[in-house]
């Protein structure tokens, strides 16, 4: 009897979504977070589109059925990944906060940071930054680990901008400036459109060299940018 195509590629889809995923540690009680972590192994290796909820399950060893106990479908572990992804990347941004540094050496930690976890985590971050999550605010823990992350890296940016003078209406421009730049750098590089092949340069003098620009940019302080910029960005 002859197999039809379609289904020997399904067989094989499922086969290699089974293949990346490194089996977790599973123990009763703990099935959400298993399926989590194999599925974040298996977004590494397919990316979203190709990961199945069924792949996932058999690879933590429990049945099809089992995932629905904890997610709304293939979206909803899509969502708990992104989730768990920016709540480890707000504990990384945490933790520079809490050290002993000048403002714009935490600000300097936190975008670089950024850029080392897009780098660390490619599947991962391209999920949490993508459009394959269609309507992230209807997700309450995607929706409140995005904002803590982000609070903790406007904030840093904000207690920067106030201490070398930049006015409350200013500072705004900046938040959106510094994550221009560390967004920027990271989806150029994960795209494999920076550094580019006909300008060579080592990448981590690229990302330090970026970063400093926006640094000593706001170090400069407002009247740099001049007051009539000041007036129009606050409106």
């Not at 599973?26 to 298996?42: F, K, P």
């Not at 792949?55 to 899509?78: I, M, N, Q, Y």
Request: proline letters at 6%; charged letters at 20%; one cysteine or more.
């Amino acid at each position: 009897m002859k197999t039809k195509p379609g289904s020997r590629k399904k067989s094989e889809l499922a086969n290699n979504t089974a293949d990346a995923v490194a089996a977790p540690s599973y123990h009763h009680g703990d099935l959400r977070n298993a399926l989590i972590a194999a599925g974040r192994a298996a977004l590494e290796e397919l990316g979203p589109r190709e990961l199945s909820l069924r792949s996932v399950a058999t690879a933590v060893g429990v049945s099809e059925a089992a995932p629905s106990r904890h997610f709304a479908g293939k979206d909803g572990l899509l969502a708990a990944m992104a989730a768990q992804g920016f709540s480890e990347l707000a504990e990384k941004r945490k933790l520079i906060a809490a050290l002993d540094e000048t403002p714009e050496e935490i600000v300097r930690a936190m975008m670089a940071e950024y850029v080392r976890f897009a780098q660390k985590h490619k599947g991962l971050f391209n999920l949490m930054v993508g459009p394959r999550i269609i309507q992230p605010t209807s997700y309450p823990e995607l929706k409140e680990s995005t904002a803590t992350s982000f609070k903790l890296f406007s904030s840093a940016v904000c207690s920067f901008g106030r201490a070398y003078d930049w006015p409350d209406s200013s500072l705004n421009l900046l938040v959106h400036a510094a994550w221009a730049v560390e967004h920027g750098l990271a989806t150029l590089i994960l795209g494999g459109r920076a550094p580019a092949s006909s300008f060579p340069v080592p990448i981590n003098d690229m990302i330090n060299f970026s970063i400093s620009i926006f640094i000593e940019r706001v170090i400069a302080g407002p009247e740099f940018w001049g007051q009539e910029n000041l007036i129009a960005s606050a409106n």
